[in-house]
């Protein structure tokens, strides 16, 4: 499919119900689509009453899948370091964007690199241990012990899904089941999806086997499996473990190039970087313009931290958010007073929100400012 098609689709769907974000991962190895769909929290409609509408906006497509989230929830996700959607829910991903809706949060690069380096960290000591159980099933089958060889692929299989999603979703699910952790990434890493399909009576009896694995050889006596599967989930288990470094090796290679991206984006937020002149010590003030604190002078690296900071913030929460996000708050603080009979107090904490107001729009104008480079950062 075309990107103008999808993007219809995309229109279609917000025509239908409450949509504040469409992004679509392109696959090219199976030629299929993901759409990731940002439902705002004002939706108050279950997402399974959502799904017929996706459907008849996709004409029931095979080639679209789709996932729902909670804006919220990827703004949550992203700031944990979810790098999955870091690398999903960008510029040339997006399909459609409801007119004001405010960007999702832009990591800074510093953040990046730590969570590329945790989530190697992390994939590296899971594989180290999910590949224990796999030398283990191979002394089991060995001995042709084939409760205790489905057990020891159990464990590889799904300690290898846990090493992943540790690693891309910043969190694992905490289950045993292999058909669980493979609806968890299927769709956003649909080359896991093909090991075990269950679209046969023969898949789903060997998933069924895996599934019951873990619980039967701890507690059933005299467990017993059909051993004509164990060559087949060998035979699953070793791509698993390669598809599963080809990710994290990807993920690096385009991490690498977020990285560099939002350096790119630092420089340019900093601001007075060239040019700037000396800031002047207390000896050296004019007679009369003595500073009531020495800390009122910073210096052009402080300003230029702070200003960063400053325009992160907006970055991450537009101006017309945060007046919003005030508005709600001083609401319920109107609501809670006129419950507990301070209404008195109402006069003097509208005049500070009013005040907050005309703070949060000139720290906006700020964040906009650069400093000519003749100039510098001479802010005293």
């Given amino acids: 499919m075309k990107t103008a098609d999808l993007k219809k689709v995309s229109e279609a769907i917000a025509g239908k119900i409450s949509v504040e ?11 299929t689509f993901h ?24 004409n029931s497509n095979k080639q679209i899948t789709y996932t729902f989230y909670q804006t919220g929830e990827i703004r949550a996700a992203l700031r944990k370091g979810n790098l999955l959607f870091h690398l999903a829910c960008i510029e040339p991903n997006l399909l459609y964007d409801k ?5 999702l949060p832009q990591s ?11 989530a190697n960290a992390q994939f590296k000591d899971g594989i180290a241990k999910a590949t224990a159980f796999l030398e283990g099933a191979n002394f089991y089958n060995d001995k042709n012990e084939a409760g205790l060889t489905v057990f020891m692929l159990h464990q590889f299989i799904e300690l290898t899904f846990r090493a992943l999603e540790l690693a ?6 905490k289950t045993h089941s292999i058909t669980l952790h493979q609806e968890l990434v299927t769709p956003l890493l649909p080359q896991l999806g093909v090991l075990f399909p269950a679209d046969t009576s023969e898949e789903k009896e060997i998933l069924k086997t895996l599934n019951n694995a873990y619980s039967a050889v701890r507690y059933e006596q005299n467990h017993q499996v059909n051993e004509a599967f164990i060559p087949a989930i060998f035979d699953r288990a070793h791509p698993l473990q390669k598809r599963a470094e080809t990710i994290i090796s990807e993920l690096n290679t385009l991490l690498d190039i977020k990285i560099k991206e939002a350096e790119t984006l630092e420089k340019e937020l900093l ?17 009369g313009n003595e500073p009531i604190k020495a800390t009122l002078y910073v210096s052009p690296e402080e300003l ?18 945060v007046k919003e996000n005030l508005w ?47 100039t510098g950062n001479n802010f005293v």
């Avoid at 939706?43 to 008849?56: A, I, N, Q, S």
């Avoid at 891309?168 to 699910?173: M, Q, R, V």
């Avoid at 040019?275 to 007679?287: A, H, Q, V």
């Fill in 35 to 58: 759409l990731i769909i940002l439902i705002p929290a004002s939706c108050g409609t279950k997402f399974t009453e959502l799904e017929p509408f996706v459907r008849m906006a996709t």
């Fill in 328 to 374: 709600l708050l001083f609401r319920g603080y109107t609501y809670y007073t006129s419950q507990s009979g301070g209404s008195g107090e109402l006069g003097g904490m509208l005049l500070f929100y009013e005040q907050l107001l005309d703070v949060v729009e000139l720290f906006a104008k700020l964040s906009l400012f650069k400093f000519p480079p003749e």
């Fill in 21 to 31: 974000k469409i992004y679509c991962l392109s696959h090219t190895d199976n030629n």
């Fill in 168 to 173: 891309l979703l910043a969190k694992e699910k």
């Fill in 304 to 321: 230029e931290a702070i200003s960063t900071e400053i325009r992160y913030f907006f970055l991450n929460n537009p101006d017309h958010t």
């Fill in 99 to 103: 007119q004001d809706s405010p960007g």
């Fill in 271 to 287: 601001i007075g970087d060239q040019g700037s002149k000396e800031i002047p010590t207390d000896s050296t003030l004019p007679p």
């Fill in 108 to 118: 800074k690069a510093e953040n990046l690199l730590d969570w590329k380096s945790e």
